[in-house]
């Protein structure tokens, strides 16, 4: 690769529907053949009509890209940066196609989620080695991992959350909620997900005096057993501590999406509101300036391309 043909930088996120109208085929998607009922289309249109009618989360992560672009630049890298959706448009592999088109042919790939784990973040991996298989080779992708421990990770966390529990009178009269995506427990076993959790939360603790709990939210309906306890429950354990409050950190979500906007600032605003507590969450990282250049430094320095 001669120095004038730019790396690619590719960002990768769950997806997210862009209207009320775009709601049905996107949960297809997510279900990928499974049952889909009259019931879980209406009570997800009606969850993206009280955020707006659709998902900020494309729009975020473009200005991810954008701002990870500009340092890129800035530090003197020659980058292009791309965002390809697992579950809706622009969908992986149609972005791994303009990869190719535009002549990349070696790019750094970041998924923005802090815990990895086989059965949700594997699925990213799957998705692009067929895209790359059906595109017909020619482009290397690596992967930048195990950033939940990173420094500018954690503080960009800290900082959010001091905001919230500057609020209070003394920080122990809140109750520090790290809300993460529930996972079916079967198929978790011997994956590193939870510690990856337990860990991040606890350099977190280390910089801040708290008292914290690391709940789950979004488990999935049937029989299977979804790592808990709820986010809900521990906001109940709140109030019987004796705490004020509640600040509620989503620790496992780095953009605002249904499960921020709605889960977090509607379902357990309220749930916070019968129990008589004072809820706050401390904002998502979004395109802030830290979690910015984290982004940026992985691309540059920390991007393995061993499979």
């Not at 790592?227 to 605002?256: H, M, N, Q, S, Y």
Request: contains cysteine; positive net charge.
């Amino acid at each position: 690769m001669d120095n004038k043909t730019p790396k690619g930088a590719l960002l990768l996120a769950f997806g997210g529907a862009d209207s009320i109208e775009s709601v049905e085929p996107f949960i297809r998607n997510v279900l990928k053949g499974r049952p889909l009922t009259p019931e879980l289309i209406e009570k997800t249109r009606e969850r993206y009509g009280l955020i707006g009618g659709s998902s900020p989360l494309l729009s975020i992560t473009e200005a991810q890209a954008k701002a990870v672009g500009e340092i890129l630049k800035r530090e003197g890298g020659l980058y292009k940066v791309y965002v390809g959706m697992r579950y809706w448009r622009p969908f992986i592999k149609d972005t791994i196609g303009n990869m190719r088109a535009d002549g990349i042919k070696e790019a750094a790939a970041v998924i923005m989620a802090p815990f990895s784990s086989r059965v949700a973040t594997g699925g990213y991996l799957t998705d692009v080695d067929e895209a790359l298989k059906s595109c017909g080779g020619g482009l290397s992708i690596g992967y930048a991992r195990d950033w939940h421990r990173e420094g500018l990770f954690i503080d960009a966390v800290a900082e959010n959350l001091k905001k919230e529990l500057d609020t209070f009178n003394r920080p122990d009269d809140a109750l520090v909620i790290f809300s993460n995506h529930s996972l079916p427990v079967a198929a978790l076993a011997g994956d590193p997900y939870v510690r990856k959790i337990t860990e991040t939360a606890g350099d977190i603790a280390k910089k801040l005096s708290i008292d914290y709990r690391i709940p789950y939210q979004s488990q999935g309906a049937g029989p299977r057993e979804w790592l808990g306890p709820k986010t809900e429950e521990v906001i109940e354990e709140a109030k019987r501590l004796g705490k004020k409050g509640v600040v509620i950190v989503p620790l496992g979500f780095v953009a605002d999406h249904v499960e921020t906007l709605y889960d977090i600032d509607i379902l357990f605003k309220e749930a916070a509101r019968r129990c008589g507590l004072v809820f706050r969450r401390s904002a998502s990282l979004n395109a802030s300036a830290k979690f910015m250049e984290l982004i940026a430094s992985l691309i540059k320095n920390k991007t393995d391309y061993a499979r």
